[in-house]
């Protein structure tokens, strides 16, 4: 019976992603085709962004079982990271094509690596301790960017950031832009549902149903709990380091504890656990306080109702 469950827990989710995907396609191509308004076309890039966000921190809250408020803290690494490779690169004798590529996966790198050190409290601390440790890590990030005056800027951030280019064409807007966030979140999407699916998705699933049942039968939670977090960290890392030309200016304010709200409050939108979840509430969220900017402040109530 549970198996049976399981399977079509399975199909609905590769149905709702194809369903998804085909959607971002469509938008692509009349992104393409310049039938899509302003308003419209920069809503499309914080959406793949939080998208990334959302599901990633899913695999730490909804599969692992364990309260995460640090999430952003990621993204702030990997994004001031990919972004001192990428200014690094700027001088090199690399092809344009690869800088991106190479700066995104520095920022993913140091971000596991951070994902690591903050992942070891959770190998003895649960709920609202490793949920405290997690959101002094963010404020630590914070800080280090804002006092860091030699490497992140300081107050004064890190302007002029090298726009990617490939062939002859420019990332420099969110309507070329879009194409690369979109490529981010079909790749995260495909492959963190083949880890969902692994043994390794199965044994995060098996410490947050009974941790100490999983141990009795052979998983060796502190490699699984540590490779949990690196591996959500890796792909925020990633989509930070992508951001970062993107904006063109980053400074220690771009990614505060607010954000890792946000990214939170989407993933229980959604509903923690599945692969879909997060990513409809990242969309919900998205576009609903895009659509409801008119009303100003009072937004943030329908936001609130949700």
Not at 45 to 74: C, D, K, Q, R, W
């Amino acid at each position: 019976m549970q198996l049976t469950l399981q399977k079509k827990r399975q199909r609905a989710d590769l149905l709702t992603l194809s369903a998804v995907a085909a959607l971002f396609l469509v938008l692509a191509a009349l992104l393409y085709a310049g039938l899509l308004n302003r308003q419209m076309t920069n809503m499309l890039v914080p959406t793949a962004v939080y998208i990334v966000m959302a599901v990633s921190l899913n695999l730490v809250v909804g599969l692992l079982g364990e309260l995460s408020l640090g999430h952003a803290g990621f993204m702030s690494v990997g994004l001031f990271s990919g972004c001192l490779v990428s200014i690094a690169l700027s001088s090199s004798p690399l092809p344009l094509g690869l800088r991106l590529p190479l700066s995104m996966l520095a920022g993913g790198l140091v971000a596991a690596v951070f994902g690591l050190l903050v992942g070891l409290p959770a190998l003895r601390l649960r709920g609202d301790y490793l949920a405290i440790i997690t959101l002094g890590f963010s404020e630590i990030i914070r800080l280090l960017a804002l006092n860091w005056t030699d490497v992140t800027g300081g107050a004064m951030g890190i302007k002029n950031i090298p726009v990617p280019r490939l062939g002859g064409i420019e990332f420099s807007n969110a309507r070329t832009y879009y194409y690369i966030f979109l490529a981010i979140a079909v790749l995260f999407l495909f492959i963190t549902r083949r880890v969902i699916r692994s043994r390794l998705g199965r044994a995060w699933m098996s410490i947050r149903e009974d941790q100490l049942a999983a141990r009795s039968l052979g998983v060796n939670t502190p490699a699984y709990k540590a490779v949990n977090f690196m591996y959500g960290a890796f792909w925020a890392g990633i989509i930070g380091a992508a951001y970062a030309p993107y904006a063109r200016f980053i400074d220690s304010t771009i990614y505060t504890l607010d954000e890792g709200f946000n990214i939170l409050s989407m993933v229980i939108v959604g509903g923690m656990g599945t692969l879909t979840g997060p990513l409809a509430g990242s969309v919900v969220i998205n576009v609903l306080t895009e659509l409801l900017r008119p009303i100003g402040q009072w937004r943030m109530v329908a936001y609130g109702v949700l």
